[in-house]
């Protein structure tokens, strides 16, 4: 029981955390977001650019959705956040950089959250007891993907006043299924059972 308890506060620290470093990177935004031009020289915006948001409401709706993301999969620690969270934001901008020069610039959590969600559930494909609901997230993901690249976001834009980009949520999946794939096979490489 002590364990449970102190693994669940780890987490709420965790998301306290990160969501109070957000919304103080809201209040100067405009040095944080990712600037295409500036990117290289200011690297910070390889992180950044991720947790700034275009208003109040994309940074609640991006909140919630990564608040509920350490309590639905009961195998994932913090250190996996940590590690999704330093790994997947520079992924995404230099994907951005490297082959969407045409995006100038970005703001929003979602397709980080995209990946993380998509490389927590592929991690847990490998637990009996979860692997029901794992698939359902890649499921639900993975149509909602087909959704916005055929019918739109437009709902969703005109909630948060700006123009979802899509290609953030795809390129997030992209990588989250990579840094599973490594994940899976470094885990297996130093238990092989």
């Known amino acids: 029981m002590q364990y449970s308890s102190q693994f669940l506060s780890r987490k709420i620290v965790f998301i306290a955390a990160c969501m109070s470093v957000s919304a103080c990177l809201q209040i100067f935004a405009e040095h944080f977001i990712y600037w295409s031009t500036h990117l290289l020289d200011e690297f910070w915006r390889l992180w950044t650019g991720h947790w700034v948001h275009v208003g109040w409401i994309h940074y609640l709706l991006n909140m919630i959705a990564f608040a ?25 901008s230099l994907s951005f950089y490297y082959f969407l020069a045409d995006i100038d610039a970005y703001a929003g959590l979602s ?83």
């Open 68 to 92: 509920c993301l350490p309590f639905i999969f009961p195998h994932a620690k913090v250190w996996h956040f940590v590690a999704l969270l330093l790994l997947l934001p520079p992924a995404i």
């Open 111 to 193: 397709g980080v959250l995209h990946g993380a969600y998509v490389a927590v559930a592929c991690v847990h494909l490998l637990y009996k007891k979860e692997r029901g609901f794992a698939a359902l997230v890649l499921l639900l993901i993975l149509s909602k993907l087909i959704w916005e690249n055929t019918v739109g976001s437009l709902g969703t834009a005109e909630l948060i006043g700006s123009p979802v980009l899509v290609e953030a949520h795809l390129l997030g999946v992209i990588w989250g299924v990579i840094f599973a794939l490594a994940y899976i096979i470094w885990a297996y490489c130093i238990d092989p059972h």
